[in-house]
């Protein structure tokens, strides 16, 4: 099974993600938490990602996408896998839907996170106090917000046309949005 969880930074894909991949038992990746590991051992791939992320750009399509490949090959992702943060342009998007029909396999759905823009900036900028990520701040938000209308929000329309788009209300607690996403797999899973 192949989840992807889609929405703009804040939405709650990270959360819900975790939540939603342990109750399917099935593994979670987040190229966001991929990489921020990368930058703080300092890899290669790490001091590459690092000036991208902390202008709140997207990291190339070919580095992230060698990154999914070796997922997708690894012995966790055997079951299925829950993507967070992935596929982020459509190319990136199309090259799943190849990697993933050579396997005799496709996206079964994609649950995209819907939550209003001013709550977006509210959230980064409390995690912001919170967490200290590089990239929470106001001028990284609004980057990372433009990026994503720019370049994430067309996935939309491009799994809509496979079908398999999900939409969930992102407002409300933890709770309250997970039990909607269990909803929403609830026939697949
Ligand atoms: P996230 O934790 O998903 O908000 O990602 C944090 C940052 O990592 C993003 O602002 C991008 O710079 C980079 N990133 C994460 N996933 C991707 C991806 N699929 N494609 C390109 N850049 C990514």
């Given at each position: 099974m192949y989840l992807m969880i889609l929405g703009?930074?804040?939405?709650g894909k990270g959360t819900q993600g975790t939540l939603i991949a342990e109750h399917l038992g099935i593994a979670e990746v987040s190229t966001g938490a991929l990489l921020r590991a990368a930058v703080k051992q300092g890899t290669p791939l790490g001091l590459e990602a690092k000036r991208f992320m902390d202008q709140g750009l997207l990291v190339p399509d070919q580095v992230i996408l060698s990154l999914i490949r070796g997922i997708l090959d690894s012995k966790e992702a055997a079951r299925g896998v829950l993507m967070?943060?992935?596929?982020?342009?459509v190319p990136q998007a199309t090259a799943v839907d190849q990697i993933l029909k050579d396997r005799?396999?496709?996206?079964?759905m994609v649950l995209l996170l819907e939550v209003a823009e001013d709550e977006l900036v509210t959230r980064l900028l409390a995690r912001a106090a919170k967490e200290g990520r590089s990239d929470d701040n106001l001028e990284s938000i609004k980057q990372r917000l433009k990026v994503y209308h720019d370049q994430t929000a067309p996935l939309v329309a491009y799994y809509d046309q496979q079908g398999v788009v999900s939409r969930i209300p992102g407002m409300g607690n933890v709770d309250e949005i997970q039990a909607r996403v269990r909803d929403a797999v609830g026939g697949k899973a």
């Open positions: 703009a930074p804040g939405s967070d943060g992935f596929p982020r342009t005799k396999a496709q996206v079964d």
